[in-house]
């Protein structure tokens, strides 16, 4: 088994000062340990730094990977706010046309490609997947409690999740070094051969008592004037600092120990190295609870629930058997079919009949099928029922996306998080969040 350490930082404070020098002497500590993090950074942050005419800190961060945080992080709204009424194209295009400007400056003031992406705060959206797919971010890397799968990292949206993993800890927030290596030591092992240790931070904590936007964004609302937050002293930002530099060379000791970043994190998945055969998909098909769209192994490797669907349908077509991922429909709305569904008919309109997000492929609400309207998770199930039991016409199968039971529906954000307005519920979020299962799978390292 190896031990990889995915360390991590939000560069984001843009009011408070004292916090360049913070990321200044963190910085310090990185290089001469020998680690490179990942920092995910906020593009009014980068600007203010090179603004000031700190070039002792923008040349220390050419040594790491860069990371989008948003352009402006805890201006309300936030992404969890502005999308939580749109739908799932809508929403995709309003992030796009609102951050992409700021993904853009900060990659030509970092010098580099923005490799991954992390929201501001707990502002989990759904919509922002296909465009960081577009912008040709891979890894999401991030802290939330919304959907995940077992605490292993998964693929969700067309992105490697590295978020809600079973090892994740926080300098500030777990206390000492002392508490770090004891969650290090005795961390979850479960894994194929490669196990992930997260630990993130925020370098205005090793400055400031308070967090910077907690003084400032508080309840929903945007400040007349901004505050900076209320700091600590030098001695206790530089012990901070040190117990990192202390858990660093303690875990570097150890000889299955790498440190990687969000990037090269990609590299230990395992990946299928077979080609999918019909008599793989039969059997994986067959192995499915009747009626629900899930994601499944086939040869080594998983497919999402909208892949499986259009495996099938190319199966029942006479196709290769390529998986090819879909985003999940707009809605969920019932079927409305009279008579038998011909198998033939119902996997042509499968592979023929698609809508679009940023351009990429979607799940319609229905395929037209004759006379018929059969939303995606019927058509999964009467599909995969034709295919086990060999059958070309049958009754509608009724089905279920029992992927999205990964989603915990019973989050709300509202008194969950100091920005949040407290009768912000979200519902919205979590409703696309479910549809978005159709895109959920594990990720085999």
Known sequence: MQKKILLWFDVEDYLTVESDDALLELLKMLEESGVRATLKFCTRKMELLHRRGRMDIIEKLANHEFSFHTTDHSIHPLPSEYLDQMGFQAGARAFHDRENPGFQRLSDLCGQNLTSYGQPGYAWAPQVFPALRKWGVQPYLDAHDIVGID??????????????????????????????????????????????????DHPTEFSSSVFWDEVNFQYGRNPFTYQPAPLRTVEERDGLIDQYRQFIAHTRAQPDVEYVTALESMRYEHQRTLPITGEMLDGAVKS????????????????????????????LTGRMLTPELLYG??????SHVSGQVDAAELAQAVFAQADRVLGFKQLPVYYRVGGNLINPADAFATLAAAIAQGRSTLDLVPGRLAAADHVDRSYRFGGAWILWADDFKGEGIIKQTALQAWTLKPAVF
């Open 151 to 200: 605490g292993q990292p998964f693929w969700y949206g067309g992105v490697l999740c590295l978020s809600k993993l079973n090892n994740l800890s926080h300098l500030v927030k777990d206390g000492s070094t002392g508490a770090m290596i004891r969650a290090f030591d005795g961390m979850n092992t479960a894994c194929e051969d490669t196990v992930f240790f997260s630990i993130y």
């Open 329 to 334: 429909p707009e809605e969920e709305t019932p």
């Open 288 to 315: 499915l609870s009747g009626g629900e769209a899930n994601y499944c192994q086939i040869g080594g490797a998983y497919v999402c629930a909208s892949e499986l669907l259009g495996l099938m349908a190319r199966r």
